[in-house]
């Protein structure tokens, strides 16, 4: 088991490169193998756990149009065997390991990520470098895969806005490669022979284009050996790199799209320099640019002072102070606080609330600022984009301030910690910075915010808004008229007077504070005709307590390093754990030194929320988005169809966030009407993880949540289950959504644990067939739920529309079979563990340990319970469930086209 120890001096000399990075970040150590390998590591003893991140410089950059998609492709490939791994060996061994294997592909890179236990993570780092370096992309599994990627490319064409992304991604990056797709086309992928991949992989998958990033629950001396066994003997490569010119496309582009709504998107180019004396024609001649060599951080002397005016700024205020700001961070505060400025201005003359957004992309070779703002119509949008046009030279008269900047820092610092907190994801967010060499803006992150004045943050900004004429996409919807082309401290549980349930855990190990607020029996509480009522209920919670503006709201959070969630995120389609009938939530994630302000901002939140009439009308248009989104979803609608096939008009199978003409009802009584069942006392768990101790901790939970009124746990009764005969519907969707199930009564709770198991193991053979073996899906899953006692068995997957006959008739087939197949006890052994360590993996955050926790408190499972029932399981337990739950020839289909 690879344990924390003392560091040896001899380490020390041989580990170059140690800093501190924010506050709780352990050091990092770095070093180069003499082949070339880059590797970072950061032993951290806090979970004993650890991942590897093996970053690859191979991305969209390095492809040409005729092998577009290769690099995403391989991605794919090398989970499908090794030179002394099966694709099956590789898998189980994963599950075996209790590990969380994955890998993504970007514009630049490709990251591939191993999660295990400690005590199994030297055989999981070495199977991923076995797939790394040994893969032999075997000929029989190519097929099977190009049918995956093609299921992933038709998932992504399904999403709405994705023609207008593509689109924009084309004009911003015309004739480089960043202008292709990270999926490529499907005629690419259908058609790339094996070569080019193989030649791709040889040329690209070399050790000095490589960076290794190890963090967690390990001796660094051992690491370091591990990764000389593994990698040391990796031979470099001379690895190409790309000539691109990125060129930006000047002026207004209008583009005309099926089925959205209308916007404006724009980019101010980051590559370009500004024109003569910094003034691009056609802007501001009324400035002058800085003198470069000052900042903002000490005043000059007087004598000393040139006469250098920034807009009416004397220079005097300015400072001198090398070393420079990195500019990359430089615009983490001079990008928001141009956003905040432009989205103030453009709402002074629209006399509305605009929706605006700014961001940063680049590369190595180019980047830009890339705004985008919605619009009401066509009309409005031609009118933003010329109001954006003029108004950008102005915000060079904002000079920001000092309480500005500092919550600004505190903001950044708080997200850093808050990354790193879960730190299977912390590669992922710090993976660009080491695909491009800069690890060092990682492991000095905090000295390099504290070099930032608000001198340097205004310069940054009028560097870059004295850049070249707007590259600007007004992207709207076909008119009417015209048609459109086709080891953890133990949790005290404490019931207040009022029925509130507190959760409350004390761990010093962290300096992050997490805590959920769960509702119980969401879809339960809802009155008839109000299904949404809810929904809109988490959302004007969002908006803040009664006494603060919405400005005041957000930097209160961001003073505090405080980040709430509301609702689930409609973005994430296959993560729908969050998005349930029985409850809803806020989440929080902050500093943990500010907890006691921390739950008193969420309190006032739950105590005095906005319950106005603007208020709903903007919880209404949100949600309004996130509907109209979801009813163009093929899969969303089938899973409705089997839900109310199978169940009726309960509330388990209603659109958990609301139908749209019911929500549209909603009124402001209704939803005073609504609250006073909904978070009355007995309702409310609330659920907090944090260093304080739990004695403070609940003398301070009694005093906030204490005073909500007091009232019984919403009543929440299960279903008649009907016997449900499917459906089909629908015609001319790219994707398909395909849904099969059934439902039983007489569930026994003594069988939680061997169902569990029995479901895991049909949902993996299941996929391997259907998605494995003939490549008909990106993604499938199967499985059982319950609710009191009765269940039901389900089985979710996408394919293209001219699939379905083919993809019905291989779940019949593989389900038949699954009745009387053997299940063996490496079955079972290889799935407990894959899945305890997803259970794991997800509970790494204070944020996540707080939401399980509530959740468990709901549902009347424990955690630790049932993972020893688990690992308790044997064969003739699922067998016996099997028997007396699995009935698949009772399923039915439910597929919408």
Known sequence: MLKPARFTAALLVALIGLAFSARAIPPSYETTLPNGLHVIMIPDGRVEMAVSYVVIN??????????????HFLEHMLFNGTETRTQEQLYAETDFLGAFNNAFTRKDFTAFMILAPSHTFRDAFALQADMILHSTLPPEKLEKERGIVIEEINQGASSPGSDVDAAWNRLLWKGTPYGMTTLGPKSVIANVPREKVWNYYKTHYAPNNMTLLIIGDFDPQEMLALVKEHYGDALPQQVPSPDITVTPQPG?????????????????????????????????????????????????????AKEFIVDGVPLARLAKRPPEPDRSVLRMFAVPLMEERLKQRLEEIAGKEVDLSLSEESYADGGYIIGAVRAEDAADARTLAMQIADLLPDLVDEFPDEEWLERKRQQL???????????LYYGMFKSYLIARGDWRLARGFEDELEKVGPGDVYQEMVRILLRGRLATLIAL??????????????????????????????????EVFGATVLFRNRSFAEPPGKCGIAELWQRVLSRGPAGMAGGEFEEAMNGLGLSLQFVDNPYIPMDDMYLSPRYSFIKAEGLDENWRENLELIADVLADPKLTDEALAEAKKSLGQVLGMKSASTRQRARIAMYRALFGDHPLAKPVEGAMPEMMRVTVEDLQEFARAYCAGGNVIVSIVSAAPDNQLKRHARTLFGSLPTGEAV????PDIRKADGAEEGEGAPQAGVYFGYAFDGFDEADRAALVVLGGIVSDRAAFVIREEYGLAYSIGAGFDTFEDIGWFSLAMGTAPENVPQAKALIRETLGSLETAKITSEDITAFVNSYVGRRAMRRITRKNQSFFAAKAELLGIDDTTLDRALRAVTVADVERVRERYFHPGKGAFFIVK
């Open 58 to 71: 191979a991305g969209v950059r390095h492809e040409t149009p005729d092998i577009n998609g290769v690099t």
């Open 252 to 304: 207004i582009h209008t583009q005309y799209f099926e089925g959205i709504s209308p916007s404006v998107r724009f980019a101010i180019p980051l590559n370009e320099p500004p024109s003569l004396f910094g003034i691009p024609r056609g802007q501001r001649s009324d400035i002058q640019i800085a003198y470069p060599g000052y900042s903002s951080r000490k005043p000059l002397e007087p004598e000393k």
């Open 715 to 718: 009543a929440a009764e299960a």
């Open 477 to 510: 919807p076909y008119p009417e008229t015209d048609a459109a082309p086709k080891s953890v401290a133990a949790t005290r549980r404490v019931v207040l007077e009022n029925g509130v349930t507190l959760l409350l855990k004390s761990d010093p190990r962290s």
């Open 413 to 423: 610092l708080a997200d850093e910690l808050k990354q790193y907190d879960n730190f």
